[in-house]
């Protein structure tokens, strides 16, 4: 099956779990109150995009590459970021909730968590030098 190379869109409303999300790369994209939950991301690649009021709960991330994406005032519950591809893995989150997700062994250095809930998260083994 050939990737998709998406650059430069915005997604707003979209509910993935009706519409699947293309496998590929998205490349400075935007999605805007996007339900993504439940959602199988395994292999997709997110380069500086944004995502603002999306919910990702119970998303599968085997593989997921998020290379300088930021998300603002998302739920993202019970994900595991443990299981994202870890080269060039970084993120912000801005007003998030991450409850009972795990960053377990991740190398997360100047990650900023910003007024997010982080309860029952799992960072056992992680490094976040300089994170805030």
Excluded at 76 to 92: A, M, P
């Amino acid at each position: 099956m050939e990737k998709s190379y998406i650059e430069e869109q915005t997604f707003n409303s979209v509910d993935f779990r009706k519409k699947e999300l293309a496998k590929g790369d998205y490349e400075n994209c935007a999605f805007n109150s996007c339900i993504l939950s439940d959602c199988n991301l395994t292999d997709i690649v997110f380069s500086d995009c944004t995502f603002e009021s999306c919910d990702f709960s119970m998303a599968t991330l085997g593989n997921t590459s998020f290379k300088g994406v930021n998300f603002k005032n998302c739920k993202l519950l019970g994900l595991r970021f443990d299981e994202c591809s870890k080269f060039l893995l970084s993120f912000d989150f801005e007003a998030c909730n991450l409850s009972l997700s795990s960053f377990y062994g991740l190398k997360l250095k100047n990650t900023q968590f910003k007024e997010c809930k982080l309860e029952e998260v799992e960072f056992s083994e992680s490094d976040f030098t300089h994170a805030k």
